[in-house]
């Protein structure tokens, strides 16, 4: 394995033992943590928004660039020889103030290790992309010279990144807003300090926020912020992009079952051999029984957004971390969101979105979007599916269903 990452954790499974993924916010390690009570074992009519503008885009395809493919794995042959039997690998390494956690079935240690290797490269080449904690990443430069006269060119993947992101913005009618930076910042000191902030505060912070202040160039891959003090906060779906990205560089290279789990929302490709879809754990509405149903799914993503583990409480009042980004405040009820979509970039983009909406209208979105269903529990603790959420399947354990 030379040439990895030290900080890489490689663990090598021979056969075809399937796990049960889980989105670390929600589930129990049922084979691992039964403290804790979660389970992965393979390492988630709509009211206008305030102001009426809706995103400008300039008519204009954009030419996508293409990856290289470095060294593919070889595909079986056609021959009367027998097919070498795939392998379960299995590799971790911190991005984003998460963990990456990578399963994936290779022929051999070296074509996992070499998967691992280009996978990761993707990642932290994103991570420098995307981030909004400190640093110099492009994001930042891009907020740091606002407010822009003309489009600033940017690279391919920030572009797409926000492309997405106004997509579900405008699909949700400002539930999911990345322009929320401001308001982010601002919170998250209320929860350093567990002091609310004055009014005064909230009112300045809302100024730069709002997606209609984002213009994106279909021309050419640019963008143009049009406030002072905008700060995009990509947090809610750069993960799941760059989930969606390692996965698309694992498959160039011949690397066609695998799974990639940014903090629990997952991106995965085809099944693991003998197998119809990757097995994935859900939340159950009661936290004191952990997870009782699972999911049998394979290419597309998954997220999980909610409040179960992150709020504060103040005042005798209970802070959720997920803002709404209409009113600028946390919000106060508790609702649990999993998203099905084709990536898990828009995935996790939904989850977020639904979790500001209430139920009625999460719903509605939900069943009128072709590529996507959800579940919802909400502050009842009644879980809801969408018209094409998939069959729930029970976990059991020794033969006994939870």
Request: hydrophobic fraction near 35%; charge should be positive.
């Amino acid at each position: 394995m030379t040439g990895f990452r030290q900080n890489t954790r490689l663990i090598v499974k021979v056969g075809l033992w399937v796990g049960i993924l889980v989105p670390a916010e929600c589930l129990l390690q049922l084979q691992e943590d039964s403290k804790n009570g979660s389970s992965v074992v393979a390492d988630n009519s709509l009211p206008e928004p305030a102001r009426s503008q809706s995103v400008k885009f300039l008519p204009s395809p954009l030419q996508a660039k293409r990856s290289q493919r470095i060294g593919p794995e070889p595909q079986p042959s056609k021959s009367s020889q027998p097919t070498p039997t795939l392998q379960r690998f299995v590799a971790k390494q911190r991005h984003m103030g998460i963990d990456f956690k990578i399963t994936l079935y290779s022929t051999s240690e070296t074509f996992a290790n070499h998967a691992f290797q280009l996978a990761y490269q993707r990642i932290s080449q994103l991570d420098k992309t995307l981030t909004h904690y400190g640093g110099d990443s492009e994001l930042l430069q891009l907020c740091a010279s606002s407010p822009h006269t003309q489009p600033v060119h940017v690279s391919h993947d920030l572009w797409c990144v926000l492309k997405q992101a106004l997509r579900v913005s405008h699909e949700s009618h400002g539930a999911f807003d990345v322009t929320v930076g401001p308001l982010t910042k601002l919170w998250r000191r209320t929860r350093r300090n567990q002091q609310l902030p004055e009014t005064v505060q909230l009112e300045a912070a809302r100024k730069a926020v709002g997606y209609w202040l984002i213009e994106l160039d279909c021309n050419q891959p640019a963008v143009r912020l049009t406030q002072p003090g905008m700060l995009l906060d990509l947090s809610a779906v750069a993960k799941g992009y760059a989930a969606d990205q390692a996965l698309a560089t694992m498959k160039k290279n011949g690397v066609m079952c695998a799974a990639v789990d940014a903090g629990g929302d997952l991106a995965l490709g085809q099944p693991p051999p003998g197998h119809s879809g990757w097995r994935v754990a859900l939340p159950s509405p009661n936290d004191k029984i952990g997870a009782k149903w699972m999911l049998e799914i394979a290419q597309c993503g998954i997220a999980t957004s909610g409040d179960r583990f992150q709020f504060i409480e103040l005042d005798g009042r209970r802070y959720s971390h997920i803002l709404d980004p209409r009113s600028g405040k946390p919000l106060e009820k508790r609702h649990q969101v999993t998203v099905i979509a084709k990536n898990c970039a828009r995935a996790d983009s939904l989850a977020s979105a639904l979790c500001v909406l209430d139920l009625q209208r999460g719903m509605r979105l939900l069943n009128r979007l072709p590529t996507a269903s959800g579940r919802i529990i909400g502050n009842d603790g009644v879980a809801k599916n969408s018209q094409r959420f998939p069959s729930l399947q029970p976990i059991v354990h020794d033969g006994v269903q939870r």
